[in-house]
């Protein structure tokens, strides 16, 4: 009789360690070919566990060869030809260290998230009831446009919260932004021209640049993109971050808006492209409505994402189109499936229906207000060594060294001391004048005390 120590502690359910231990023992060459296993019946009885954990195990057997079923007989050790034991290979380390093995104690990624307080609790219960009282639908291919439930609830959280307007069978779920960037160029004509903020959100960017599309930059001032700029390009595609734009964090005026909007009814291929990023988190003041909802001519093209709200791993983007782009979409992809899984797209729509969103949302807001201004706090330290923008929203800030150090030498001091900073000419797609060094300083993925403990590093080997 074959026996088999179970350990109820370990990960692995008991009917996987009878298998792998028969299978590491007939490759070892312990159980020999032909060799007769113990029954079912006898051997569940032996380890003091159910007939189907021992026929599951056998099945496995079975169906990877390495034994078989003789009717009335039970089951025979097969015989193998050649076993090999494959070791794993050894890869020389690459000399070029990534971004990623690089370790720093403290991150003021501006595009970080606060991933440590996930709604686990809600997440794992959805999830749970959604397979549970699944009608047999959940696993199965979603619409091409994602499941209309989930388009009607987001629709009814973007007009209640954003102002926005048209209907959910304007919105396409898509796993990721870059994803939905990639569809909409197929829409748009073939040989656009797209005019980017300068300095831009980079992920954008590269998205464009990667498809072989010419992007323009045009300036922005404290009023947002410069209208008069844009004019003076041959850009038929305007890619903007009006309610907090990225990543200097300023608004876009309601002028400018209006400007923008003009710009695009001259011409009937013109698009506006509306990336609603952070939009969210605002501290001072009501929330700034989508430049979508000023839209009279269905000329805006509005985007977001959950990942910077609920989490970078919850791959559930949207995009919003007018009339005429939708036509064109449903003729071109209309027998494309959608890239999001059906259950997770049930979990999300349960957690927008139900107020889990919005209970996150609130608690997520107050962390951040918190941490924002702990870091606003312990900046100012430095006295008019620095000066400060885009404060009032999102999860970054923007800081100025009036001082005598050089960018070099700050970001050099800082990564001695385990500190990432990220400078602002890293998200420029063009030269632009800068009179002093500038970071983007995000607070999202650190904590208050963390966030203390790196200003005051700072203002030790800064000063």
């Avoid at 057997?61 to 089951?75: D, F």
């Avoid at 919003?320 to 499936?337: A, E, H, I, K």
């Avoid at 966030?451 to 800064?462: R, T």
């Amino acid at each position: 009789m074959i026996t088999i120590y179970l350990d109820s502690n370990y990960k692995k359910p008991y009917y996987e360690q009878i298998y792998e231990y028969i299978r590491d023992e007939i490759k070892k060459g312990n159980i020999v070919h032909n060799e007769k296993l113990p029954s079912g019946r006898k051997l569940a009885e032996h380890l003091g566990v159910s007939r189907s954990t021992v026929d599951t195990a056998y099945a496995q057997l079975v169906a990877e060869g390495y034994i078989k079923s003789s009717p009335q007989r039970g089951y025979f050790v097969c015989e193998i030809d050649e076993l090999l034991n494959i070791l794993p290979v050894s890869y020389p380390i690459s000399s070029v260290q990534s971004k990623e093995e690089k370790r720093f104690k403290y991150d003021f990624s501006p595009t970080g998230a606060d991933s440590l307080n996930f709604p686990d609790t809600y997440w794992r219960k959805l999830s749970r009831e959604c397979i549970s009282y699944d009608d047999g639908t959940i696993f199965r291919s979603s619409e091409p446009q994602g499941d209309i439930g989930l388009r009607r609830e987001l629709f009814n959280y973007l007009h209640q919260n954003r102002g926005v307007n048209g209907s959910p069978d304007n919105i396409i779920i898509g796993a990721g932004s870059q994803y939905l960037m990639m569809l909409l160029l197929k829409l748009i004509k073939p040989r656009s021209i797209i005019a980017m903020e300068n300095p831009a959100y980079m992920p954008a960017f590269e998205t464009f640049e990667s498809l072989d599309r010419q992007v323009v930059p045009v300036p922005v001032d404290e009023g947002g993109m410069s209208v008069k700029e844009l004019n003076r390009t041959e850009a038929n595609i305007a890619y903007v971050t009006p309610s907090h734009q990225y990543p200097l964090g300023m608004v876009m005026t309601v002028n400018r808006r209006t400007g923008l909007l003009n710009w695009a009814n001259y011409e009937p291929d013109r698009y506006v492209i509306e990336d609603d990023y952070d939009s969210e988190f605002r501290y001072q003041g009501k929330p700034i409505p989508a430049l979508q909802s000023m839209d009279r001519g269905k000329k805006v093209i509005y985007m977001g994402t959950f990942s910077k709200v609920v989490s970078p791993a919850i791959r559930i983007s949207y995009m919003l189109l007018p009339d005429s782009l939708m036509n064109r979409y449903r003729q071109t992809f209309s027998n494309f499936p959608s890239t999001v899984s059906r259950l997770d797209q049930a979990i999300m729509t349960r957690f927008l229906k139900e107020g889990y969103f919005e209970r996150h949302l609130n608690r997520l807001r107050n962390r951040y207000r918190s941490r924002h201004d702990v870091l606003i706090k312990e900046l100012k330290g430095f006295g008019e060594l620095i000066r400060l923008s885009g404060i009032h929203a999102g999860s970054s800030v923007v800081m100025e060294w009036m001082g005598k150090m050089t960018e070099e030498e700050l970001l050099e001091c800082a990564e001695q001391q385990g500190i990432m900073l990220y400078p602002l000419k890293k998200y420029t797609i063009a030269p632009m004048f800068q009179m002093y060094p500038t970071f983007l300083m995000g607070f999202a993925q650190l904590t208050e005390e963390d966030i203390k403990a790196a200003v005051s590093l700072l203002k030790e080997v800064w000063r």
